[in-house]
């Protein structure tokens, strides 16, 4: 299970609204803040996460700015 959040910290208590953000490295992840733990989530098949509009959205319209990972051999 993914709990790597470092931009965002949950707050202990929730509040009226769902606090999301994105995975700083998968845009089709973001996370759920739910009593102080941040929640993995994965958008369905093609979507990535749109963190301007907190929803699932076409990619193109995500406009994700996820860092790429690349392993050196």
């Known amino acids: 299970e993914d709990k790597f959040t470092p931009f965002t910290s ?7 609204e769902l ?6 490295t998968d845009c ?6 739910n009593h102080g733990t941040a ?12 963190p301007d509009k907190k929803v699932c ?9 996820a860092r790429v990972l690349t392993l050196q051999p």
């Open 39 to 50: 929640l993995p989530r994965r958008c369905p098949s093609s979507l990535h996460f749109n």
């Open 28 to 33: 089709h992840m973001y996370y759920v803040c």
């Open 10 to 16: 949950c707050p202990e208590v929730n509040g009226k």
């Open 57 to 65: 959205d076409w990619p193109e319209s995500a406009n994700c700015k």
């Open 19 to 24: 606090i999301l953000f994105p995975h700083p």
